[in-house]
């Protein structure tokens, strides 16, 4: 496969990337907060954080077997659905039961620091099969980590940014501004997506998982919800 016209594609994941993690890193470290001052009790933001969790793994299993059939560049942009989905709706509501939804839905449980941003369902496998060079498709993951790593100092800036906005909107005004901003910083990251060229689709012949990859689920499941 001709590397070059993936080269424009190559720089709007790293965009990406740098959206995605500067967004997720903020809701990371905000949510827990976030769902304290609205009242919700300590036990509960646990609870409500198993079921993030388990969301997390379930998505990526099913949107990863998607991607197999689809194309990974579909992957990623469905990937990317569940965090602009929950910022949108911490955005625009307040309403208990809705907010709890984003939390779970958000993807802010997982790796930590740059990492989150910079892996989502579909990233690895995308580059595979257009880099299948081992040495050049290492070099593209680092850069991508890096640039995600960076990127997440913005979202302990905007958590920064709340002890100034609280003063003048309070708690959850400063609160819901910010996550004005972390959905468009995630709707950046989706348009990026979108504009990336297609990777060319290989044939699928399972038409399930097989039992040693689903015990290896079970027990990544039962790992994160643990955890």
């Keep these: 496969m001709t590397h070059e016209p993936y080269s424009a594609s190559f720089r709007l ?27 919700i009790s300590i036990v509960n933001v646990g609870i409500i ?7 997390n793994v379930l998505l990526s299993l099913g949107i990863g077997m998607l991607g197999d059939r ?18 949108g709706i911490l955005s625009f509501t307040r309403s208990i039961p809705l907010i709890v939804i984003a939390t779970i839905i ?22 595979a099969r257009i880099w299948q060079d081992p040495s050049v498709r290492i070099s593209k993951m680092a850069n991508i980590t890096f640039v995600a790593s960076v990127a997440s100092i913005g979202g302990s800036l905007l958590l920064y940014l709340h002890g ?7 708690n959850e005004g400063a609160f819901v501004m910010l996550y004005h901003a972390t959905f468009f910083l995630i709707m950046l990251s989706f348009i990026s997506l979108m504009l990336i060229k297609r990777d060319q689709r290989q044939i699928k012949t399972t038409k399930f998982l097989r ?17």
């Design 13 to 39: 994941i790293l965009s990406s990337r740098a959206f995605r993690s500067a967004g997720l890193i903020f809701m990371a470290l905000s949510l827990p907060l976030y769902l304290l001052v609205n009242r």
């Design 211 to 227: 039992r040693e990859t689903l015990h290896f689920s079970a027990r990544v499941i039962t790992t994160n919800i643990i955890n």
């Design 164 to 170: 100034f906005l609280s003063r003048i909107y309070g």
């Design 49 to 55: 954080y198993v079921g993030t969790a388990l969301s």
């Design 70 to 87: 689809i194309g990974y560049k579909y992957s990623l942009i469905m990937g990317e659905l569940p965090a602009l989905l929950a910022s």
């Design 106 to 127: 958000s993807g802010s449980a997982g790796a930590p620091g740059g990492m989150r941003g910079s892996f989502s369902v579909g990233i690895t496998p995308y580059l």
